[in-house]
Every structure is written in structure tokens, then in C-alpha cells.
């Protein structure tokens, strides 16, 4: 069974940094769309930041110049550098994998999630 593993979270004092990783059981991100999304409690999960099974990568654009996406396939691990964190982001980052990374409708595999924490 494919997992997906998240870690680096953490507690970050506003305009810190953090970098995430996420590391798969098998070889699912050369076969796969992946993403981190985020989810604030109370919200719905919302895209971070993700790779195309195409090879192209984007982040929105409330992460963009901050937040960056990369990948490494010959270790099956994804990461996502966070720089000048803001305290709204805040929140439980999970790592996701499937067919259409924008549509949580075709996430096929889920991490746990990570817990980061950005104090003012």
C-alpha cells in the first residue's frame, strides 16, 4: 500500500522558514500529479503547491515568492520550502498524490499531515 510521509513541521516565528518533506513508499510520483495542500481548522483544504505528472510546478498566488515546490524522484520525495512565514499560514500541511492536483476529487493517495505553526 502507497503512503505518503510528511515531515519538517513545526513551530516558526513569523518571517521564518521551514522546509517540508514528503516521502513516498513507492515510486507514485513519476506516475502522479503531487501537491501540498493545507488545511486551517474550520476551512476546507486548500492547494499550496504541486507538480503536473507533466513536470510543471506551480504555487498559488498567496505563497508565491515565498513558497517553493520541488522534487526529488530518484528519492521519491517531494518538498516544499516556506520562507517569510506569515501567521495565517498556520496550519495542518498534508502531502497528496493522484491524477489532477487541483481537484481534490482525484487526490488518490493522502499523507497524514504535518502541523506548522507561525507565531506573530
Known amino acids: 500500500q502507497v503512503q505518503l510521509m510528511e515531515s519538517g513541521g513545526g513551530l516558526v516565528q513569523a518571517g521564518g522558514s521551514l522546509t517540508l518533506s514528503c516521502a513516498a513508499s513507492?515510486?507514485?510520483?513519476?506516475?502522479?500529479?503531487v501537491a501540498w495542500y493545507r488545511q486551517v481548522s474550520g476551512k476546507q483544504r486548500e492547494l499550496v503547491a504541486g507538480i503536473s505528472i507533466g513536470g510543471n510546478t506551480n504555487v498559488v498566488d498567496s505563497v508565491k515568492g515565498r513558497f517553493t515546490f520541488s522534487s526529488d524522484n530518484s528519492e521519491n520525495t517531494v518538498y516544499l520550502q516556506m520562507n517569510h512565514l506569515k501567521p495565517e499560514g498556520t496550519a495542518v500541511y498534508y502531502c497528496?498524490?493522484?491524477?489532477?492536483?487541483?481537484?481534490?476529487?482525484?487526490?488518490?493517495?493522502w499523507g497524514r499531515g504535518i502541523q506548522v505553526t507561525v507565531s506573530a
Open positions: 497528496a498524490a493522484g491524477e489532477i492536483i487541483s481537484t481534490i476529487g482525484f487526490i488518490s493517495y
Open positions: 513507492g515510486s507514485i510520483f513519476s506516475t502522479n500529479a
